[in-house]
Protein backbone atom coordinates (compact mmCIF):
# COMPACT_ATOMS: atom_id res chain seq x y z
CA UNK A 1 0.00 0.00 0.00
CA UNK A 2 1.20 3.46 -1.11
CA UNK A 3 1.88 5.90 1.92
CA UNK A 4 1.43 9.86 1.93
CA UNK A 5 2.35 12.74 3.51
CA UNK A 6 -0.80 15.62 3.80
CA UNK A 7 -0.50 19.20 4.87
CA UNK A 8 -3.18 20.62 6.06
CA UNK A 9 -4.14 24.66 5.29
CA UNK A 10 -6.64 26.56 7.21
CA UNK A 11 -8.42 29.56 8.75
CA UNK A 12 -9.68 29.13 12.61
CA UNK A 13 -12.39 31.67 11.56
CA UNK A 14 -13.58 29.73 8.24
CA UNK A 15 -13.13 26.54 10.93
CA UNK A 16 -15.89 27.79 13.32
CA UNK A 17 -18.08 29.28 10.81
CA UNK A 18 -18.84 25.55 9.37
CA UNK A 19 -21.42 24.05 10.99
CA UNK A 20 -20.85 21.73 13.97
CA UNK A 21 -21.91 18.30 12.09
CA UNK A 22 -19.73 18.93 9.41
CA UNK A 23 -16.94 19.75 11.81
CA UNK A 24 -17.64 16.43 13.98
CA UNK A 25 -17.64 14.42 11.01
CA UNK A 26 -14.41 15.19 9.92
CA UNK A 27 -13.33 14.99 13.44
CA UNK A 28 -14.27 11.60 12.92
CA UNK A 29 -12.22 10.63 9.54
CA UNK A 30 -9.53 12.10 11.55
CA UNK A 31 -9.86 9.89 14.74
CA UNK A 32 -10.70 6.59 11.91
CA UNK A 33 -7.44 7.66 9.71
CA UNK A 34 -5.94 7.50 13.31
CA UNK A 35 -7.20 4.43 13.74
CA UNK A 36 -6.12 2.92 10.85
CA UNK A 37 -3.03 4.30 11.45
CA UNK A 38 -2.55 7.32 10.35
CA UNK A 39 0.01 9.92 11.94
CA UNK A 40 -2.43 13.15 12.82
CA UNK A 41 -1.77 16.21 14.17
CA UNK A 42 -2.24 19.95 14.25
CA UNK A 43 0.90 21.61 13.20
CA UNK A 44 2.39 24.01 16.08
CA UNK A 45 4.34 27.25 14.42
CA UNK A 46 7.93 26.04 12.70
CA UNK A 47 11.10 26.80 12.87
CA UNK A 48 14.05 26.81 9.67
CA UNK A 49 16.99 25.40 11.38
CA UNK A 50 20.66 26.12 9.28
CA UNK A 51 24.15 24.65 10.19
CA UNK A 52 26.28 25.85 7.25
CA UNK A 53 29.20 23.48 6.91
CA UNK A 54 28.86 22.47 10.20
CA UNK A 55 29.59 25.46 12.32
CA UNK A 56 26.67 27.17 13.88
CA UNK A 57 23.82 26.26 14.11
CA UNK A 58 20.93 29.37 12.95
CA UNK A 59 17.26 29.47 13.79
CA UNK A 60 14.29 31.76 12.51
CA UNK A 61 10.74 31.35 13.02
CA UNK A 62 7.57 30.79 10.76
CA UNK A 63 5.35 30.43 9.27
CA UNK A 64 7.04 30.10 5.80
CA UNK A 65 4.70 28.51 3.79
CA UNK A 66 7.17 28.99 0.82
CA UNK A 67 10.29 28.16 -0.78
CA UNK A 68 13.38 29.52 -3.35
CA UNK A 69 14.63 25.67 -2.99
CA UNK A 70 13.16 22.05 -3.74
CA UNK A 71 11.93 19.59 -1.18
CA UNK A 72 14.53 17.42 -0.64
CA UNK A 73 12.68 14.86 2.06
CA UNK A 74 10.45 14.53 5.13
CA UNK A 75 10.60 12.90 8.16
CA UNK A 76 8.92 12.39 11.39
CA UNK A 77 11.14 12.37 14.56
CA UNK A 78 10.33 11.99 18.56
CA UNK A 79 12.29 14.90 20.69
CA UNK A 80 11.11 16.27 24.50
CA UNK A 81 11.67 19.61 23.53
CA UNK A 82 11.37 21.81 20.59
CA UNK A 83 15.39 22.97 21.26
CA UNK A 84 16.07 18.93 21.43
CA UNK A 85 14.36 18.93 17.96
CA UNK A 86 16.15 21.77 16.72
CA UNK A 87 19.66 19.87 17.73
CA UNK A 88 18.75 16.55 15.78
CA UNK A 89 18.11 18.36 12.44
CA UNK A 90 21.26 20.90 12.60
CA UNK A 91 22.97 18.30 11.77
CA UNK A 92 20.82 16.76 8.63
CA UNK A 93 21.95 16.57 5.26
CA UNK A 94 19.74 19.67 4.31
CA UNK A 95 20.69 22.07 7.28
CA UNK A 96 24.72 21.44 6.85
CA UNK A 97 24.66 21.69 2.78
CA UNK A 98 23.26 25.40 2.69
CA UNK A 99 19.86 23.98 2.80
CA UNK A 100 17.08 24.51 5.28
CA UNK A 101 15.17 22.07 7.28
CA UNK A 102 11.66 23.15 9.40
CA UNK A 103 10.44 21.78 12.21
CA UNK A 104 7.05 21.86 12.66
CA UNK A 105 5.77 20.54 16.16
CA UNK A 106 2.74 18.52 16.10
CA UNK A 107 0.24 18.86 19.12
Not at 25 to 42: N, P, R, T, W, Y
Not at 44 to 66: D, I
Request: proline share 7%; glycine share 8%.
Amino acid sequence: MAKFITIGYGDPADYNRTPQVVRDAAHAQDAKLVSEGALVGIAGAPVQVRNPNAASVETRNGPFMTSDLPIAGFAVIEAASLEEAIDKVSRVPCAVAHGVVEVWPLK
